[in-house]
T-cell receptor, first 114, second 115 residues
Framework: DAGVTQSPTHLIKTRGQQVTLRCSPK?????VSWYQQALGQGPQFIFQ???????QRGNFPDRFSGHQFPNYSSELNVNALLLGDSALYLC?????????????FGPGTRLTVT | GENVEQHPSTLSVQEGDSAVIKCTYS??????FPWYKQELGKGPQLIID?????GEKKDQRIAVTLNKTAKHFSLHITETQPEDSAVYFC??????????????FGQGTILTVHP
């Protein structure tokens, strides 16, 4: 049973560019959450998708947007990249409501903005 | 919003000793408290969790305790081994209406177990 997968593993972009990160949830999971983890810090919640809609959002600007597809996979898009966007981007998936509260993380995508 | 404070930021122990990491949270509505272990270059791995209606939970060498009145919870690792060396994060889940609930993380504890 595959866990949460993310692609790409690493990415280098230039300031002002746009980036798309991808996530496939664990089998049987239908909710996807995205987190940003700066070096030496805990993950920070960006937003969460369920039934192809954004359900909750953290304190991130509109440059950060996302999408969830009918197969529950998800994308995170960041426009007009800033140097401060350099971080590890983590995707976490959760089982259907009522079964448990657990969130399982993928290995992350390391984004470097130069 | 929720705020989670984690202490200590670094913890060094000898193999076989116990390790304790403590967290406090601010939102009394938080109802779920997971602990994650993160090794270098990897995503956080869920190691144990506790719901707000439970005071203690144990899984082999790992245990978590929750004091809802004081709004703090702790991770206890007994008989530590070198492979326990990693960064540990506590988190608290707060619901957001129709959402599943977001996790708010502590700042992390770097645990080093010396052979």
């Amino acid at each position: 049973d595959a866990g949460v997968t993310q692609s790409p593993t690493h990415l280098i972009k230039t300031r002002g560019q746009q980036v798309t990160l991808r996530c496939s949830p664990k089998s049987g999971h239908d909710t996807v959450s995205w987190y940003q983890q700066a070096l030496g810090q805990g993950p920070q919640f960006i937003f969460q998708y369920y039934e192809e809609e954004e359900r909750q959002r953290g304190n991130f600007p509109d440059r950060f947007s996302g999408h969830q597809f009918p197969n529950y996979s998800s994308e995170l898009n960041v426009n007009a990249l800033l140097l401060g966007d350099s971080a590890l981007y983590l995707c976490a998936s959760s089982p259907p409501r009522g079964s448990s509260y657990e969130q399982y993380f993928g290995p992350g995508t390391r984004l470097t903005v130069t | 919003g929720e705020n989670v404070e984690q202490h200590p930021s670094t913890l060094s122990v000898q193999e076989g000793d116990s390790a304790v990491i403590k967290c406090t949270y601010s939102d009394s509505a938080s109802n779920y408290f997971p602990w994650y272990k993160q090794e270098l270059g990897k995503g956080p791995q869920l190691i144990i969790d506790i719901r707000s209606n439970v005071g203690e939970k144990k899984d082999q060498r790992i245990a978590v305790t929750l004091n809802k009145t004081a709004k703090h919870f702790s991770l206890h690792i007994t008989e530590t081994q070198p492979e326990d060396s990693a960064v540990y994060f506590c988190a608290a889940k707060t619901d957001g209406g129709t959402s599943y609930g977001k996790l708010t993380f502590g700042q992390g504890t770097i645990l080093t177990v010396h052979p």
